[in-house]
C-alpha cells in the first residue's frame, strides 16, 4: 500500500492549528508503520521539519499558490508516484485526482451562514472561506470517506451534507509529548524574560478569527479588573494592538490596557512554559470543532475555562470550567472562581492533567492507518 499524504503547509515557518495535526501525524507514522510506503507532498518553505525514511518519502512540490497547487500539482504528482490512496488533510482536497482519496474536514464553519466579508476576517481568511466555499461541496462527494475530529462536528458534517453515519469517521486530535509542566526554573526564567512576562497572568490565545471571542475576552477581563482591583495582567497572543484598543474604546475601558501583555507569535517550544507559569488559561470560543490548546494547557497543570457548546465540553469533560461565551459575565463570574478559590484552582489542575492523557497523537496516527487500509483493501476487492 502506497499512500499520498498532502502536507502542503508543513514547512512554513509560521504554522498553526490544522499544520501542527498533519506534522504530529506524519511524525507518529513514521514510527509506527515500517511496512506501507508513503509518499507526503510539502510546499518548498524555510522550516524543513521533516526528512524522509526508507518507506516514507518527503517531496517539495511546487505549483504556485495554494489553490493551483491543491488542483492542478498535487493530482499529477499522486499519477506519478503511483499512489494508491491520497489524504488530504487540511479541510480542502482536489476535486480532481485519479486515486481514492479521505479529506479531514477539520470543521465546516465557512459553511454555515457565516458572511465571507464579515468584519474581522483578514483578507487572506477572505479568500480562504470563498475558495473553500467552492471546493469543499465537490470534495465531500468525491470523498470515500470523511474524517473529523470530534462527535460534535460530525453530526453537523452529517447534517450539513446529507450524509450517512457511515460515511464520517472521528478521530480525535492528540496533545504533544512537549506539553508537561515545566519545572526547570532556569528554562521558566528565560522564556519569561524572552517575551517579558508579568509574574501572575491569565493566558490568551486570541487571534483575528472572530469565533475566538475575543472582544468578549477582553470586555469580561475589564469587568473582572474592576471588581476586584485586582494587578494580575492578561497575555494575548497574535492579536493586533490597534485592535486591542479599539475594543477597549468601545466598552469605554481604555485603561485596561496597561493590564494586558501583548505577544506576537509565541515558538511551539516556548507554549509548555508560558502555560505553566499562567494562573488561568482562557479559551471561550463561539465555535471549535476540536480546540487542542485546551488539552495543552491541562497537560501544563494549567486551569482552563473553555465554552460550554460545540465540541469544547467533549474535548474538556469535567476538567474545565464551561461558560457561556456569549456571555462576557459569565466569563468574568468564572474569572473570579479560578483566580479566588485556590482549591478550586488545584481541582482543576489535577483533574486537567488527567484528562490530557487520554489524546495522543500516536492513537490519532493509528486510526488513521485503519482507515487507509481499510479504503484501499476496500477498493482493490471491487477491482
Known amino acids: 500500500m502506497r499512500v499520498a499524504i498532502e502536507g502542503q503547509r508543513l514547512f512554513r515557518a509560521k504554522k498553526h492549528g490544522m499544520d501542527f ?107 480562504g472561506n470563498m475558495y473553500r466555499r467552492y471546493v469543499v461541496p465537490g470534495v465531500v462527494k468525491r470523498a470515500k470517506r470523511v474524517i473529523t475530529v470530534s462527535r460534535s462536528e460530525k453530526n453537523r458534517i452529517i447534517h450539513f451534507f446529507h450524509l450517512k453515519d457511515e460515511q464520517v469517521s472521528v478521530v480525535y486530535n492528540g496533545v504533544s509529548l512537549i506539553f508537561k509542566p515545566v519545572t526547570d526554573k532556569t528554562t521558566l526564567e528565560e522564556i519569561r524574560m524572552t517575551y517579558k512576562l508579568p509574574e501572575n497572568f491569565i493566558f490568551f490565545l486570541g487571534n483575528t478569527d472572530p469565533k475566538k471571542n ?27 494592538k490597534e485592535d486591542l484598543e479599539r475594543i477597549l474604546q468601545e466598552i469605554h475601558d481604555p485603561d485596561i490596557m496597561k493590564y494586558i501583555h501583548r505577544l506576537d507569535y509565541i515558538k511551539n517550544t516556548d507554549l509548555p512554559g508560558i502555560y505553566t507559569m499562567a494562573d488561568l488559561f482562557l479559551y471561550p470560543s463561539f465555535r471549535e470543532s476540536f480546540g487542542i490548546p485546551i488539552l495543552e494547557a491541562m497537560a501544563c497543570g494549567t486551569p482552563v475555562i473553555t465554552s460550554n457548546v460545540f465540541s469544547m465540553p467533549e474535548v474538556a469533560g469535567d476538567a474545565a470550567l464551561l461558560v457561556d461565551p ?14 479566588s478559590e485556590p482549591d478550586f484552582s488545584k481541582s482543576l489542575s489535577e483533574k486537567g492533567l488527567v484528562q490530557a492523557t487520554r489524546f495522543s497523537w500516536a492513537k490519532m496516527a493509528k486510526d488513521y492507518m485503519e482507515i487507509y487500509k481499510e479504503i484501499v483493501e476496500g477498493n482493490a476487492n471491487k477491482m
Open 326 to 339: 456569549t456571555n462576557p459575565f459569565d466569563l468574568t463570574r468564572g474569572i473570579h472562581k479560578v483566580i
Open 214 to 240: 475575543t472582544r468578549g475576552v477582553v470586555t469580561a477581563f475589564a469587568k473582572y479588573i474592576r471588581e476586584s482591583k485586582s494587578q494580575i495582567s492578561m497575555v494575548i497572543a497574535d492579536y493586533p
Open 21 to 127: 495535526v498533519a506534522l504530529e501525524l506524519v511524525k507518529n507514522i513514521q514510527k509506527l508503520d515500517l511496512e506501507n510506503e508513503y509518499v507526503v507532498f510539502v510546499k518548498p518553505d524555510e522550516d524543513v521539519c521533516l526528512q524522509s525514511t526508507e518507506n516514507m518519502k518527503i517531496v517539495e512540490l511546487g505549483g504556485g499558490p495554494y489553490p493551483t497547487w491543491e488542483q492542478h500539482a498535487l493530482p499529477k504528482a499522486v499519477k506519478k508516484y503511483k499512489c494508491d490512496l491520497l489524504h488530504c488533510t487540511s479541510n480542502t482536497a482536489p476535486l480532481y485526482n485519479p486515486v481514492p482519496m479521505i479529506v479531514t474536514l477539520h470543521d465546516i464553519f465557512y459553511l454555515e451562514n457565516v458572511s465571507l466579508f464579515r468584519k474581522g476576517f483578514t483578507a487572506y481568511q477572505k479568500f
